[in-house]
């Protein structure tokens, strides 16, 4: 292999490197779970931890409510699946048709360097 091409090589893993390094902007977020059935809904997930072991979650909403499902500081592109293994939702002991691990499902609002995702519940899930 010749210099030149040896150089190249080495310009472009220098150049990747340094892109792989940048830094990333982090902002408050929050994953908000909201039930619009008319009866109580169960949430069972598993958030994933960076520096510790994965964490489970179980809540209950109650009919036409809300909940602050978890808070964490999260870069703009982050996804669903980034931070939970799983998220399973049931109600009446049913389980959802619709995947909540979906991003499709979840609104994403930016305001005030806060981010929030939002998942709506309905009776379409079930």
Known sequence: MDMKRLNIIVCVLIGIFLLSCEEKEYYQGEYIIVNDCDELIDIYGIGKNISAPSVAIHDRIPAKSK???????????????????????????????????????????????????????DSSFF
């Open 67 to 121: 909940l602050s499902y978890r808070r964490i500081k999260i870069t703009e592109d982050a996804m669903v699946k980034d931070l939970f293994e799983t998220i399973e939702i049931y109600k009446n002991g049913q389980k959802t048709m619709k995947n909540p691990m979906n991003q499709e499902l979840w609104d994403k609002t930016f305001l005030n360097n806060q981010l929030t995702y939002t998942l709506v519940v």
